[in-house]
């Protein structure tokens, strides 16, 4: 099975700290993606990345950064945690798709949920 | 990616069909239909896509119009496992070098004794 792993479950931070959370992906998945969750508006993109060192903006970048330095690790940033980042954070991988070998489906972490005081 | 609309909350009672419906009125011939469900503090879990015929496996039917303008998602018989938030997706699997997923606020069906 494929297992997509984040690091932290809960983390509570204070405003301006910087705060890393990590993703691992067991499955050699080219494609690795950073959402938020938060009540009433659904999942957000972050950012996400299609190969080692690759970055692309999602729908929602500002204040976050990414770091993807190996095919299994991709991390998101916070470089100055406020307030409003308080939110549930949810990794997912995928493989580059293949219209003869895969469904183009994303692999979703168990999420992070931070709180920023 | 075209967007979606669909309910914000459904009631089922157990051993019934949970029938989910979704529209996509400005879905474009290349993309096809995804659905995914978020149980209660787990992430998003793949249920079904497709294209423009329905499609069957061993979670859910998905039952795509025949102008593509809408779908429905059935669970045949729902159990007290399937409350959960059920997301609706619309997008071209291979666009550009990552296939993102944009996801709504999608249909929260809560499954009843």
């Known amino acids: 099975d494929v297992k997509v792993t984040q690091s932290s479950r809960y983390l509570v931070k204070r405003t301006g700290e910087k705060v890393f959370l990590e993703c691992v992906q067991d499955?050699?998945?080219?494609?690795m993606f950073w959402y938020r969750q938060d009540p009433g508006l659904g999942l957000r993109l972050i950012y996400f990345s299609y190969d080692v060192k690759m970055k692309e903006k999602g729908d929602i970048p500002e204040g976050y950064s990414v770091s993807r330095e190996k095919k299994e690790r991709f991390s998101l940033i916070l470089e100055s945690a406020s307030t409003n980042q308080t939110s549930m954070y949810l990794c997912?991988?995928?493989?580059?798709?293949?219209?003869?070998?895969?469904?183009?489906?994303?692999?979703f972490g168990e999420g992070s949920r931070l709180t920023v005081l | 990616d075209a967007k979606t609309t669909q309910p914000p909350s459904m009631d089922c009672a157990e051993g019934r069909a949970a029938n989910l419906p979704c529209n996509h009125s400005t879905i474009s011939g290349n993309e096809y239909v995804y659905w995914y469900r978020q149980i209660h503090s787990q992430g998003p879990q793949y249920i079904i896509h497709?294209?423009?015929n329905n499609e069957t496996n061993e979670m859910a039917s998905l039952i795509i119009t025949e102008d593509r303008k809408s779908s429905t998602l059935i669970l045949p018989h729902a159990t007290l496992r399937d409350t959960a938030v059920y997301y609706c997706i619309v997008r071209v699997p291979w666009a550009g070098t990552a296939s993102k997923l944009t996801f709504g606020t999608g249909t929260r069906l809560q499954v009843t004794l």
């Open positions: 497709g294209l423009k």
């Open positions: 997912a991988s995928s493989v580059f798709y293949s219209r003869r070998l895969n469904t183009g489906e994303l692999f």
């Open positions: 499955m050699d998945h080219e494609n």
